[in-house]
Every structure is written in C-alpha cells, then in structure tokens.
C-alpha cells in the first residue's frame, strides 16, 4: 500500500468538531462543494520528500516478500525493546545548549530606568516598554502603537483575548459572543494542539479546512465563513506552522483578511510563535496580515501573537499582541481591570540583550546552528529507513520546531503505542486535530529540537523501525 491516500474533495475532508466534547462525523461535509486540492496533511505536498525507488514498495512485492519483510521487522522491533531506551520527542522545547545563549540575561538589567526615566521597578506601564515595542514591532512589521509587551506567555494573550471577546465582544461586535447561540471555530489541521485544547474549554466548536503549504484553504475558509455567522474566528500559526512548517503567502493572507464574512466580529488569531525561527539562511517573511486587513476595510480582523519563548527563555520570556489602534486600546481597557502592569524589569533585561531588532536577528542565527543539524538527522533517518518504500510522507521544514510524518492510513495509533512500548515518547497520535481524532489515523508530529543530536539518531531510528512494523501488521492483515 502507497502512504499517498487517495484524492478526495477539500469539502469532504473538512469535519466540524463538537467544543463540548461530542465527535460527529470524521469527513462530515461543510454544506456545499468546495473545490478540489491535494491538501498538505494529505499529500505533503510542496514540502513532503519523495523518496528515490532504491527499494521496492510493499505494495509491489508478492506475499512470501511480505512475510519476510514482516519477520524482519519483527526482529528488528524485538531487538529495540531490549536496548531498554528513554527518548521523548513529544513537545517543540528549546534544547538546554539553546537556553544557554541567553545567559546574560542573568547579569541584566544594568540599571533600573527605560530610555524615558521610568523606574521600571515601579507600578504602571500597562502596554509595556516603548523600547521592546519598537524592536519588535519592527520584526513583526507593525508600528509601535499596535504592540503590547506582556508577560511571560502568548498563549496567555490568547486566552485573555478570546475571554474578553466571550464576556464583551470586540471592538466590531455587535454583542458578547457569549450571547450568540454558538461560537465557531476554523482550524487548520494539521495544527497545534493547544488551540484545539483552549477552544474545547470554552466549548467553542471547530471546524477543519486542509492546510497547505501556503496556508489553510482560502476559499475553503471563505466559503465558510460567508455563510455561516457562527464562525467568529480561525487559529493560524502564518510562519513555519505548527507541525507543517507552510509559511502562509501574501495572497493566501490577503484572501483571508478581505473575505466578506457573515459575522460582522470575525477575528484571526494570528500565532506568529515561529516567525524568526529559520532553518536555513532563505528566512521566510511573514505576511503583512495587520496592512492587508486594513486595506481591505477590516483592521480589528486580525490579532497577532508572538513571543520570546524559543529565542530566550521559556520560562521567563516576553509576550507580544498585535493589532489595531483600537483593538490595543480594547486590549488594555480589559487587561487594566486586573494588572497594574507587566513585569518590566524583564522587559528591560531582554531590551538591553538584544540592543536592537538586528540584534534578536542575529540571536536567532544562533539557534539555527544548533537545532538546523537535528532536523536534517531526521531527514537523512526516514530517508534511509522508509524510503522507496511508499510507508510514509514527511514534510522538510525550513524553519519551526517540528516534522509532521504522515504514515499509512489507520496506523498512527499503532506507530505510538509501539514506540512508547520501546522506550520512545511521542506525541499522541491525532494531536494535531480537534479532540484528537485524526479522521485518517495518519499524522504524527515529531519534535527534534529538545534531545542531543545523538539521542534524535536514536529515537528516529526507533520510530522508522515501528513504522516499518505497523506498515508489515497492516499489509500482512490485508494479505490474510
């Protein structure tokens, strides 16, 4: 069996997804056709690595090859449980060799006081340091005005965000979303678990529209969105997304920040998290989204998110929220009920550090070095390992924290359980869909970046082998 599926229309692949907890339909359609594309977490598409034909497909060999195949990789999973392993690829954390390079921070701040005389040691400054607003709105190209330094988690922004817009709607609503009689989601999937996870509690729902690899499905997206006045928002990760690495193009962006929307209130969670994490010396930039919605007569559209969580600490980094004038002011009216302000003392340890936008630039080439290596020992493992063999697609990011590795149909369960039975932690299968459930069973997301170079040998080379033998169960079962 190849690990291509077969094609199917972008609007039977799209499911909605009971926020309470209910699952209906794995490919329920969305209402009417949408048009036809191969999607991302289908095919791989632009970035999946077809391997060259220097092994035979297990599909093209006769059943005693099968079992012979089977027999070997048997053996071989046999041989992995004995080594008695302890890997975790579960989750997208800086390495400890990446925390390091911002040590200084532990000497810093040098003094107390901002460029303005502030002490920042003191109440006040809601909207946080004019000097860390200015560097970073430089690099996620908006003006200072429509930037807030917070604390330590843009998830935490996203949370606040999406609780203000509940109990008060936004700038642009009508009434609180809380008063609708339900709230809509679109999610790209693949996509970033937490999202799902933060809309599930709210028991807001969610829909599903294919990613690319140049974005969610535009007019997936539009044709939903036009219709149907629950749909209030969608979640996108627009620069090396989370797992796929697509960057979301100009156009892809423009389409969704101009699409007429039947809620007057529609909102894009823009989570730039990797927006300066390059893979390669071709660096990705994001798209203007904040100039292409105000151009298009829809400036409180979109909210942009980002942090210093992957380029100083995760632990003690800073936060940034991004949007218009009005939605920053909408931002901190609410923010002001119940903080006196951010940690500024922070803020001005991490201005110091970089000394400039240039200066996290050039922070970031840095971590290039030292996890660019581990991404390509996961290329160069599968590609030996699975390739030729038509078992599995994997995507070749060019930035981000992760591979997404689609195996075949109805065996990424198993894949999991059996590297979990070796010694190899993963992340759950279905991670990267609402509530978990990968309609296809397909998709599991691999996180290099946190284990040595040697242990990602290790641990790639066990995941290849329980690919291997999951494929055999599967092929040997159809066989039989």
């Known amino acids: 069996m190849s690990g291509a599926p077969e094609r199917e229309l972008d609007g039977e692949a799209s499911c909605h997804v009971g926020g309470t907890g209910a699952r209906r339909p794995a490919c329920a359609p969305c209402g009417r056709p949408l048009r036809a594309r191969a999607a991302l977490w289908e095919h791989g598409s632009v970035t999946e690595h077809t391997a060259t034909d220097r092994t035979t497909p297990l599909a093209e060999r006769s059943a005693d090859d099968l079992a012979s195949f089977a027999r070997e990789q048997q053996e071989a999973y046999a041989a992995l449980k004995e080594r008695g392993l302890k890997l975790d690829l579960t989750r997208g954390k800086p390495a400890s060799e990446q925390l390091d390079l911002a040590n200084d921070l532990l000497a810093l ?222 931002y901190l009216g609410h923010l002001g009920k119940g903080s006196i302000g951010p940690d500024k003392v922070n803020q001005l340890r991490h201005a110091q550090f970089f000394g400039s936008a240039q200066g996290v630039r050039d922070h970031m080439v840095k971590h290039r070095e030292i996890i660019a290596p581990k991404f390509a020992e996961v290329e160069r493992v599968l590609t030996e390992r699975l390739g030729g063999l038509e078992v599995a697609t994997w995507t070749r990011p060019k930035g981000g924290y992760f591979v997404s590795l689609d195996v075949l149909d109805g065996t990424a369960s198993r894949v999991v359980q059996l590297a979990k039975d070796a010694g190899v932690a993963l992340t759950p299968a279905g991670s990267s869909f609402p509530l978990g459930d990968d309609p296809r069973d397909r998709n599991i997301r691999l996180a290099p970046t946190f284990p040595p170079l040697g242990q990602v040998t290790e641990a790639m080379e066990a995941v290849a082998t329980c690919v291997l033998l999951a494929a055999a169960e599967q092929v040997a079962e159809r066989w039989a």
């Not at 298009?296 to 942009?304: E, I, K, L, N, S």
């Open 109 to 330: 701040p040098k003094g107390w006081t901002d460029a303005s005389g502030t002490d920042t040691r003191n109440y006040g400054g809601l909207e946080g340091l004019r000097e860390l607003r200015e560097m970073f709105a430089e690099l996620l190209w908006v003006a200072p005005e429509q930037v807030v330094a917070g604390g330590n988690s843009s998830l935490t922004m996203m949370k606040d965000t999406l609780v203000d817009l509940l109990l008060h709607g936004g700038v642009d609503s009508p009434r609180p979303w809380s008063q609708e009689e339900k709230v809509t989601f679109i999610c790209p999937v693949p996509g970033y678990d937490r999202h799902f996870t933060l809309l599930q509690s709210f028991g807001i729902e969610m829909v599903t529209v294919p990613m690319h690899d140049d974005g969610p499905d535009a007019e997936a997206v539009a044709t939903l969105v036009a219709e149907d006045p629950s749909i209030k928002g969608m979640w996108i990760v627009p620069t090396y997304a989370n797992p796929s690495g697509s960057v979301v193009s100009q156009e892809v962006a423009a389409r969704l920040a101009s699409m007429e929307t039947a809620a007057p209130d529609f909102k894009i969670f823009w989570d730039n998290a990797y927006a300066l994490h390059h893979l390669t010396a071709d660096e990705a930039k994001s798209a203007d989204v904040l100039s292409l919605a105000a151009a298009a007569g829809h400036p409180h559209r979109p909210v942009m998110f980002a942090s210093t969580s992957k380029i100083t600490w995760a632990g003690a980094g800073v936060a940034f929220l991004a949007g218009s004038v009005e939605t920053v002011k909408w």
